[in-house]
């Protein structure tokens, strides 16, 4: 089986527009969450989300083309763009036939459908805008990446939630290893910032009123983010003879169901996922020193994931490292699991892990050490990221170090 | 008998947990009625529509049985329609 080497990576998020600013967030545990600014918020229970600020999609596509694409899928291509660009590819000599687009979507160009709805049943028109399921559609950012980039080989989108990008990454790693495509274009992303939406997350009551503390006792629930991360994934051995600089190795790939409850979720089946991740890496608990967790600040989920870490990793969770970036890119659903790929790579190849930002207070249910508040100068070897979905359904990802 | 807001509450809770209101009354627990988190998020959601309140997170979270869901309800009726009276 070949090896995998990701060798490009681009990134727009609530801290910053592109994978250089959004690292330099990370290192100095700066949060990108705030006062939303795209919606009305005085009609929300909640006040703050981690948008892409000052967003003007005409700095990236001319006005014809931003017409046809949801903002979702806008970010989608904007990172893939950087990602081809920081792979040194020269993309003229690319097999595009032999390349693979695996991008990951919670829910797509939402944004677009909520603004035909209020057309609709809010402003009693009789007719909504004749684009709105072309933006609508979860595959939109695949779709428009494979158009720009004239990539005519498998191209497809994943939706699981909260794992779309880790399901989706992960398959598109397995697609390179297992010798199906030369190259692979993957990563996930994500607008979530419509009136519908928030209003349907709000009725969850798991939103905090304040920010996104994860694992610290008096954390209060996530906090909504935005963007996309795309890389760029190919053989080892091809990477190498070309002289590429590479960030990272991809090593692994779980995945797991709880086959539990649809929103309540199980510690057994996130170390099922953990462990298959592992398995499918040939790496032991003890190599592992950084874990980038799904550390989303809920009631449930971070005493969850501090049993499951601990039920996979023994002893050895007591020296390992592990934070949330969602303390600082916000909980972008879809894109998630990449935005924390992507800080898990940065982590690992500048020898830097990035820290839980927000955090207060010890929580006996959390007793992980979560890297509070400020970066940590150390060398791992072996990195993980979780992704543990709404629907019980769970994707892993481990890195290494090159 | 329950006066006629209980019953309301205890009628939201049972229409949302689809089981008869007969099993429904206010010295049972969550466990007993099979109530998770979910479908206490439910149930708020059906008693905020069915008094025309809004059940703030902060209070939502400390409602442990029942009878401290009554109570809050009954807390934040007598508020709105003070409020109500107030701005008349």
Redesign the interface.
Known sequence: MRRVAITGIGAISALGRNITEFWCALEHGRSGIGPLETVDRTKL?FQNGAEVRGYDPTEYFDEKQADFMDRFAQFGVIAAREAIKDSGLDWKDVDKESATILTGSCVGGQCSEDLGFVELYKNDRGRVHPLTIARTMANAGASHISMEFGITGPAYTISTACSSSNHAIGQAFWAIRSGVTELAITGGSEAVFSMGFLKAWE???VIS?DTCRPFSKDRTGMVLGEGAAMMVLEPLDKALARGARIHAEIVGFGMSADAG????PSAEGAARAMRAALRDGKISPEQVGYINAHGTATQ?NDPMETAAIRAVFGEHANRLAVSSTKSMHGHALGAAGALEAAATIMAIRNGILPPTAGYRQPDADCDLDVIPNESRKKEVEFATSNSFAFGGLNAVLAFRKL | MPDQLTQRVLNAIAATQRISPETVTVDKSFKELGIDSMDGINILFALENEFDITIPDELAKQIRSIQEMVDGIRKLVLEASAAKAQGQ
């Open positions: 229970r009725a969850m009551r009123p409850h649809i929103t309540q449930v």
